[in-house]
Antibody, heavy 120, light 113 residues
Framework: QVQLVESGGGVVQPGKSLRLSCAAS????????MHWVRQAPGKGLEWVAC????????YYADSVKGRFTISRDNSKNTLYLQINRLTVEDSAVYYC?????????????WGQGTTVTVSS | DIVMTQSPDSLAVSLGQRATINCKSS????????????LAWYQQKPGQPPELIIY???TRESGVPDRFSGSGSGTDFTLTISSLQAEDVAVYFC?????????FGQGTKLEIK
C-alpha cells in the first residue's frame, strides 16, 4: 500500500542542524511532487517546502527560506529536509506528503510525522 | 502571498445536522486556463496526520463519504457535511495550491453539540 514514513526527528539544541528523511513505498516515487508540512504543538498546519517529481524545482515558505533545503533521491525513494540553524520556533511535527502529480499541488498522501523539539 | 481565512474557528453541531465551514482566500485561486479552483480541504483527527477530503474545490477524494461536499469559486469556498456523524469530529483545514508559497487556513474545530 502507499506509505510514507518519516524519521530523523529528536531533541536538538538551538543553532544546530538536523536532516529529516521520508521513505516512500507502494507507488512510483519519481512520478510525484513531494511536500514537507509542519505543525507546532496545538497549532495549525504550516506548509514548509515542496519539490517537483525530478527535483529540479524547489519552493519554500518565507519563514524557512535560506535555512531549510528540500531534496530527494529517486533511486532510494526518499525525500529529505535539511534544517540548519534551528530555533525554538522550528519545534513541530514534520509531515512529508505526496502531491497528486508531478508538481507542487495539494497533498493526497501523508506520513505519520516526525517530531522535532528544539531546546537547550 | 495568499492568505487563507476560515470561519468559524470552532463549530458545534448536533448529530445528523448540517455543518458548514467557510474559507476565504485573499486573492482568486481560480486558474483561468484550466477553469479549476486550486483549493483543497483536509480533515485532521486528534493525534493523526491530515487526510485529503476535497480537491479542486469540489471533487471528493476516493473513499470519502458523500455527506462531504465542497463548493465555491474564486475567493470564497465552503465545506459542507450534510449529516454530521460522530466520526466527523476533527479539525478541518482549507489550502490553496494556486501558487507558492502554498498556504493553509487556520483550521476549524468541529465538535458535537
Amino acid at each position: 500500500q502507499v506509505q510514507l514514513v518519516e524519521s530523523g526527528g529528536g531533541v536538538v539544541q538551538p543553532g544546530k542542524s538536523l536532516r529529516l528523511s521520508c521513505a516512500a513505498s507502494g507507488f512510483t516515487f519519481s512520478n510525484y511532487g513531494m511536500h514537507w508540512v509542519r505543525q507546532a504543538p496545538g497549532k495549525g498546519l504550516e506548509w514548509v517546502a515542496c519539490l517537483w517529481y525530478e527535483g529540479s524545482s524547489t519552493y519554500y515558505a518565507d519563514s524557512v527560506k535560506g535555512r531549510f533545503t528540500i531534496s530527494r533521491d529517486n533511486s532510494k525513494n526518499t525525500l529529505y529536509l535539511q534544517i540548519n540553524r534551528l530555533t525554538v520556533e522550528d519545534s513541530a511535527v514534520y509531515y512529508c506528503s505526496r502531491a497528486p502529480g508531478y508538481y507542487c499541488y495539494g497533498s493526497d498522501v501523508w506520513g505519520q510525522g516526525t517530531t522535532v523539539t528544539v531546546s537547550s | 502571498d495568499i492568505v487563507m481565512t476560515q470561519s468559524p474557528d470552532s463549530l458545534a453541531v448536533s448529530l445528523g445536522q448540517r455543518a458548514t465551514i467557510n474559507c476565504k482566500s485573499s486573492q482568486s485561486v481560480l486558474y483561468s486556463s484550466t477553469n479549476k479552483n486550486y483549493l483543497a480541504w483536509y480533515q485532521q483527527k486528534p493525534g493523526q496526520p491530515p487526510e485529503l477530503i476535497i480537491y479542486w474545490a469540489s471533487t471528493r477524494e476516493s473513499g470519502v463519504p458523500d455527506r462531504f461536499s465542497g463548493s465555491g469559486s474564486g475567493t470564497d469556498f465552503t465545506l459542507t457535511i450534510s449529516s454530521l456523524q460522530a466520526e466527523d469530529v476533527a479539525v478541518y483545514f482549507c489550502q490553496q495550491y494556486y501558487t507558492t508559497p502554498l498556504s493553509f487556513g487556520q483550521g476549524t474545530k468541529l465538535e458535537i453539540k
